[in-house]
């Protein structure tokens, strides 16, 4: 049984925080800190979170800003 995290791929340092200030990664949208309870966002408060270049809500998890390779 391997008792160490998987490593992740984004290099977002909430992942790296013991305690996170927020709930989910605004780079990759994965739980950060569990300890902080799922929010249900406004369309007003995802609009800010895309004007400040979230990928992700931090505080629901929900995808802002789709992507292209």
């Given at each position: 049984m ?11 340092m909430?992942h ?18 569990r ?13 800010l ?6 990928v992700?809500c931090?505080?629901c ?9």
């Amino acid at each position: 049984m391997n008792r160490f995290k998987q490593p992740i791929a984004c290099e977002n340092m909430n992942h790296r925080r013991r305690g996170a200030p927020v709930a989910h990664c605004p780079q990759c949208g994965q739980v950060v800190n569990r300890d902080i309870p799922r929010r249900d966002c406004s369309t007003e408060q995802h609009a800010l979170s895309r004007r400040r270049g979230s990928v992700y809500c931090v505080d629901c998890g929900t995808q802002l800003i789709v992507t292209s390779i």
